[in-house]
């Protein structure tokens, strides 16, 4: 039973992978969440992680992007309660979907739903945003994108604040293995100053058979047209650089040139899993912005020149190794 459920998550990234899973193993999802006004910005993560040994841990993050707060909260294993077949998951007295949060935790609590999700493209043999690499068995991190862009509906009280999110804007994706890339950058936004648009971008290092590669992947999506930026369509990077405060990529395929600037802000310390555990940290900002400019080559036009607001960014580990 456990192979089929894996089997069947293959196609489909959003639900929970780690059916028959007792160690080296985590699994989490992240919740982006901001108000409309963008006064407020959340991203909410709860997973499980289970280390080298077997001990076992299901957590709630929360981390408060206008206020660079971060907390982290522990549960036992037994009271993470995922659903076969689709993501339905309990953590204690929280519940997480596609559709909706429901959180009861010391300093947050409320109820949110989301509509008109937008999720990434998927195959057959392109499950999702992992594309072909989604069969194979032995990669340190698997990812998935729920929706890249989508409508928030209620309100949570926090810290005794009460916070309307009805017109808010919503973003959702997970990982899922034994640990976070060495290194790698990983950005977001969908507060542009057209509506319709969202963006997400990432460059890892892969660590493949006994060697690693540079691994990317980026969607811009412009009304409900997603467009692709991977590795396995013959995307290649022409630039990455990072300083203090800014990073540049460049990324072209056979259609499309993608510029992008982000410009860093001051960052929250996360917990991120190493063989399993919750023992790394990150670094991420929620108050970043990220210009970017889209091409089309074979009409020789600008589609999209914008910029991000309200965007999530995080530069981890040895990300040297990433510069082009």
Known sequence: MNQLLRI???????????WGRSKR?????????????????????PGIAMDENGNKQ????????????????????????PTPRKHSLKIGENYFSRDEISLDLPNIKGDLKFKNLSPWSNSVFSPGIMGPYSFIPFMECYHGIISMNHDILGSLKYNDEDISFNKGKGYMEKDWGHS???????MQSNHFTKSNISLKSSIAIIPWMTSSFIGHIAGLLIDDNLIEFTTY????????????DKVKIEMENRSYLLKIIAHREK??????????????????????????????????????????????????????VLIK
Request: charged share 25%; hydrophobic share 40%; aromatic share 14%.
């Open 8 to 18: 069947h998550a293959i196609w489909n990234p959003h639900v929970y992978h780690g």
């Open 25 to 45: 193993f985590f699994e989490g999802w992240y919740y982006k969440i901001v108000n409309d006004s963008q006064t407020s910005a959340f991203a909410i993560i």
């Open 58 to 81: 299901s957590f709630i993050q929360v981390l408060d992007g206008m206020n660079n707060i971060a907390k982290y909260y522990k549960f036992k294993a037994e009271e993470f309660k």
């Open 180 to 186: 976070f890339p060495k290194a790698y950058i990983w």
């Open 233 to 244: 369509n013959g995307t290649k990077v022409n630039k990455c650089e990072i300083s203090i």
């Open 267 to 320: 960052a929250t310390t996360l917990a991120a899993p190493i063989s399993g555990f919750m023992d790394g940290r990150i670094d991420e900002s929620m108050r970043a912005s990220i210009e970017v400019e889209l091409f089309d080559k074979k009409k020789k036009i600008v589609l999209v020149k914008d910029i991000g607001k309200s965007a999530g960014i995080e530069v981890a580990g040895k990300y040297e």
